[in-house]
């Protein structure tokens, strides 16, 4: 701080609380609208102190509610969100950080033909090609699979070009003493870049994650099967309800749940999240 | 573009290295992406018996198409409302965060886990939060004379997706920002203090303009976000309407492909979506340059 302002500093923390009021009121509503019954939010706007149906609630959906849609169990949608978030995570991780490996190490006929055949899925997000996608995983038969969930989205520019730059700026006097003491390509990988790049890899994990987790367009274009449904499909199974009324306070407690471990991830996981965020650049 | 100064001499091992990367991109990014630029020359007949080559007719039918301009227009305004309300938002919290010392991460804790929730998550909590029979903000809007009706008034509609859009996306603009603020040379500040500047002129005069490498990679990555991220909000909420109010490039494409299952309209849309974020990812590039030597 430059100089001392008390009134200043009052008006920053001020502004600052403020501001976390108003970004975190969808979720603090959500968690109150949770605790209510659906005859107490149907009534009027939401009451802003917490109900007494909050056990109710939560035990309705993690048992019973999602039946009532056709869906899975709620438990089983998350495990698969996790097992897809996962899939995508560790997908994405090795086969970027193999790609960059080949591209800074060695030197052979088409690399740069390699690097710009990456550099062009920047180009080509999947809302931009949802139909002849959706119609090669159709082909392949990888509809309503683990595999068409997950395998079309581990292509990775970004973590690519992420462990390209990092590993420019490992000295070369380490591949050097490597070589002269006979280490191959492979052992040098496993010994030598692997443990230097645990930094990053941490940060790229905690980025990944919650790109996976929040997957949303994909999910819905290749499952019709609701044993592959993930948490998002389900939410959006469960607000569009064709007459009746919206079940708001089980969609709440289910919005609740659904965000609880990417927020706590990022949370909890702060400087590797600001790291992996500021340095792939999206 | 460099290797290093030694490097590995194995003949088949790179390209096994590169092999799944590749493999994707070739099968689920590059050839996806031909068929498109393909069928949106081509007319299929309803059974898929035949096709036929019409050249340009379809991107013809495009632009003189009403909904289809109608929603080029939409999408510009929703794009240009959610980056500046996220960025200005962005901005001003980590210039407040960026003038205390100890409190400054408790408040970055506090500012950044929005960007953890998804974004059909973040659609249903603010359409929620609007509904007309339980919401909270309705039954405000109408002490100030507004009845508050997504389902009817498209601007409405319109409103509630920018501001979830932008809620998701304050925190990103936060983190870049404070980190760009943080780097402003602290004798700068002072030097203007001395000079009798104080802390509203040295952001204008001095944080801000400094900021503006920063500020146009995030217009860019933001209007990225809000064309092609947004779906899901679309999609769990409004699902494009009331009549078509808040239909999205995207969500045209989708609706028109995937649900009407018209092809050929359908792939022109994605390639004229593809030069869009060519144009978008090469802006961002040239500029990613320049900015290392800034």
């Not at chain 1, 690399?111 to 809302?127: G, H, N, S, Y």
């Not at chain 1, 038969?141 to 581990?154: F, H």
């Not at chain 1, 496993?190 to 367009?217: E, H, K, M």
């Not at chain 2, 407040?96 to 970055?108: F, H, M, N, W």
């Amino acid at each position: 701080m430059v100089e001392n302002r008390p009134f200043l500093t009052f008006l920053t923390h001020a502004f600052l609380i403020l501001g976390f009021v108003i970004v975190a009121l969808p979720v603090y509503v959500a968690i109150m609208a949770s605790t209510h019954d659906i005859s107490t939010l149907m009534s009027g706007p939401v009451p802003l102190l917490p109900g007494s149906h909050f056990i109710e609630n939560y035990s309705t959906i993690l048992t019973s509610a999602s039946a009532a849609h056709g869906l899975p169990n709620y438990s089983h949608m998350a495990l698969n969100s996790l097992v897809m978030a996962l899939a995508i995570t560790v997908g994405k991780i090795c086969i970027s950080i193999l790609s960059a490996f080949a591209i800074v190490y060695f030197r052979f006929p088409f690399r740069l033909l390699a690097f710009w055949i990456i550099f062009v899925t920047l180009m080509l997000p999947v809302e931009v090609r949802i139909m002849p996608t959706y119609k090669i995983v159709a082909d392949l038969g990888m509809l309503n699979s683990w595999a068409g969930l997950t395998i079309p989205l581990i292509a990775s520019a970004t973590a690519t070009f992420l462990f390209r730059q990092f590993f420019m700026t490992v000295p070369d006097e380490l591949l050097e003493a490597a070589r002269v003491d006979g280490a191959g390509p492979l052992k040098f990988f496993r010994d030598i870049l692997l443990p230097l790049s645990r930094t990053n890899i941490g940060a790229l994990c905690v980025i990944l994650f919650i790109y996976g987790w929040v997957q949303y367009l994909w999910p819905l274009l290749v499952t019709t099967d609701p044993g592959y449904y993930t948490l998002m499909m389900g939410m959006k199974r469960m607000v569009t309800v064709q007459d009746g009324v919206i079940e708001w306070h089980l969609v709440m407690a289910g919005s609740v749940l659904a965000m609880l471990p990417p927020i706590l991830v990022v949370v909890f996981m702060q400087r590797l999240f600001i790291r992996g965020l500021t340095e792939t650049e999206k | 573009m460099d290797t290093k100064r030694t490097t590995f001499n194995n003949r088949l091992l790179p390209y096994l290295l590169l092999a799944p990367q590749l493999a994707i991109t070739l099968i689920f990014f590059i050839w996806p992406a031909a068929q498109a630029v393909k069928s949106s020359f081509e007319r299929e007949d309803p059974f898929g018996f035949s096709t036929v080559f019409v050249g340009l007719a379809h991107y013809q039918q495009l632009l003189a198409d009403p909904n289809y301009l109608d929603s080029l227009w939409r999408t510009a305004v929703f794009a240009v409302s959610v980056t500046l309300l996220s960025m200005v938002l962005g901005l001003a919290f980590a210039a407040a965060v960026d003038r205390l010392t100890r409190t400054s991460k408790v408040y970055t804790t506090l500012l950044v886990w929005p960007y953890a929730v998804a974004p059909v998550v973040a659609g249903v909590l603010w359409w929620f939060l609007f509904n007309t029979s339980t919401g909270l903000l309705p039954f405000f809007l109408e002490r100030f004379g507004i009845l508050w009706d997504h389902d009817l008034n498209g601007t409405h509609a319109m409103i509630l997706i920018i501001i979830a859009a932008a809620w998701k996306q304050i925190s990103y603009n936060f983190l870049f920002f404070l980190a760009g603020l943080q780097s402003v040379p602290q004798a700068l500040m002072e030097a203007a203090a001395i000079d009798g500047s104080g802390p509203v002129k040295r952001f204008f005069t001095i944080s801000l303009p400094l900021l503006s490498p920063t500020t146009f990679f995030l217009f860019i990555i933001n209007v990225n976000y809000t064309m092609f991220d947004t779906f899901p909000i679309v999609d769990a909420t409004t699902g494009g309407g009331p009549a078509q109010a808040t239909t999205t490039l995207v969500y045209k494409v989708y609706q028109d492909g995937y649900v009407g299952l018209n092809l050929g309209s359908s792939s022109a849309q994605s390639v004229l979506l593809m030069l869009i974020v060519m144009l978008l990812t090469f802006v961002q590039f040239r500029f990613v340059e320049r900015r290392v030597q800034y």
